[in-house]
């Protein structure tokens, strides 16, 4: 299967972790990007490839893969953390490139 | 700074084409890879298209193959997407990417969309 799939709502008490995850057999093979967006903005990039941020993102936002799964870890989430995640990859084989369904990220 | 500026979105009727443009500025265009994703009203992203530096390499998601067609002119630092054959579940908002180091491996800058309403 090509999806990848993920929690469509994960809520993290201020200043807490917290881990997003995106799950499917094309991780096996390439590794996972992860954008944020919030209401009625473009998303953003916070995390591409293995683990490596883009300038500009806070150093709170790590990744990590296991087996089929990566995840999205955001240590001592922060209210302006509340926002929609995507992971995104491609399919082994052919040019063609997914996106998870997306977890909505309340920060309580 | 990093600039996509999309434009050419409205409302169409089902069946019927539009052409997106998405003028690009704060790097060299001729260097990136591009891509348009999309993302219906309420709903998740959804790339739809994306092509090489040159040009010369296209590709589609299977949900728009054959009916759209993505280009770009590296001399007006400018993508494009012509989009032919509407239905309504091409309804959304478009928008124009920056592919990081190679096509395909992220999207490093987005632009703010263009809305493209389907609907008779």
């Not at chain 1, 991780?27 to 953003?44: D, E």
């Not at chain 1, 150093?59 to 953390?81: K, P, V």
């Not at chain 2, 348009?36 to 090489?52: F, H």
Request: with cysteine; glycine share 12%; hydrophobic share 35%.
């Amino acid at each position: 299967s090509s999806e990848l799939t993920q929690d469509p709502v994960v809520s993290v008490a201020l200043g807490q972790t917290v881990r997003i995850t995106c799950q499917g057999d094309i991780l096996r093979s390439f590794y996972a990007n992860w954008y944020q967006q919030k209401p009625k903005q473009a998303p953003v990039l916070v995390l591409y490839g293995k683990n490596n941020r883009p300038s500009g993102i806070p150093d709170r936002f790590s990744g990590s893969y296991s087996g089929n799964t990566a995840s999205l870890t955001i240590t001592g989430a922060q209210a302006e953390d509340e926002a929609d995640y995507y992971c995104n990859s491609r399919v082994p084989g052919v040019y063609l490139l997914v996106f998870g369904g997306g977890t909505k990220l309340t920060v309580l | 700074e990093v600039q996509l500026l999309e434009s050419g979105g409205g409302l169409v009727q089902p069946g019927g084409s539009l052409r997106l443009s998405c003028a690009a500025s704060g790097f060299t265009f001729r260097a990136s890879a591009m891509s348009w994703v999309r993302q219906a009203p309420g709903k998740g992203l959804e790339w739809v298209s994306g092509i090489s530096v040159t040009g010369d390499g296209t590709y589609y998601a299977a949900s728009v193959k054959g009916r759209f067609t993505i280009s770009r002119d590296n001399d007006m630092d400018t993508l494009y997407l012509q989009m032919n054959g509407l239905g309504v579940d091409d309804t959304a908002l478009y928008y124009c990417a920056k592919d990081g180091y190679n096509l395909g491996d992220f999207f490093d800058y987005w632009g703010q969309g263009a809305l493209v309403t389907v609907s008779s």
